[in-house]
């Protein structure tokens, strides 16, 4: 597995940590095991905004920084995250739309990233503004599937099929 980007305040670089920590629990089984490998990556403003803290690396303090996992993702978030980024994605996913000839799959993953920054905003609103985002092509057909649709997950699944055969039909067509 590889190493993540140094972080220098200006992208995101908590998940390709948490992947690596993921990837080796036992190793990575303490809070400061885990921040300290991340403080090794962070370079430019960052990196000075952590000096002080590595001057004192014998505090054992579970509320001191360089021992919370919690504390110190907090900090990076506070000091170099976009304090507008749940609000900008909320704004993007009330308007985010799929193009008519557009693939469902690229559609599902960009909702996805939008969720991820928004948080918990719950199933049912989640599949209303994942519906009202497809294009009419998918949202006719999916108003006479014979399949309930309980979740956001069966409704992906749902439309991932139907653009598929939409796309196959498409081919077909060109062939002819």
């Known amino acids: 597995m590889r190493a993540p980007e140094c972080f220098d305040g200006t992208q995101p670089f908590i998940q390709s940590c948490q992947l690596i920590f993921h990837n080796d629990p036992e190793y990575f089984s303490q809070d400061r095991k885990k921040v ?5 990556f962070l370079i430019g403003r960052a ?5 002080p803290y ?16 919690t504390l110190f ?9 976009d304090p507008n980024e749940v609000r900008k ?31 918990d905003w719950g199933e ?12 009419s092509r998918i949202f006719n057909h999916l108003a006479s599937h014979p399949s309930r649709i309980d979740s956001l997950q069966d409704l992906m ?20």
Request: some cysteine; charged content about 25%; overall charge positive.
């Open 36 to 40: 300290l490998y991340s403080t090794s």
């Open 47 to 51: 990196s000075k905004w952590i000096e």
């Open 54 to 69: 590595l001057s004192n690396l014998n505090n054992q303090d579970l509320d001191y920084l360089l021992n919370s996992c």
């Open 73 to 81: 993702k907090s900090q990076l978030f506070t000091l170099f995250g």
């Open 89 to 119: 994605a909320e704004a993007e996913l009330y308007s985010l739309i799929m193009k008519e000839g557009g693939h469902v799959s690229l559609y599902i993953a960009y909702f996805r990233i939008l969720v991820s920054r928004i948080g």
């Open 124 to 135: 049912r609103a989640l599949i209303h503004h994942f519906r009202k985002g497809l294009p």
């Open 157 to 176: 699944d749902i439309t991932l099929e139907l653009n598929t055969r939409y796309h196959e039909r498409e081919k077909e067509k060109s062939h002819q």
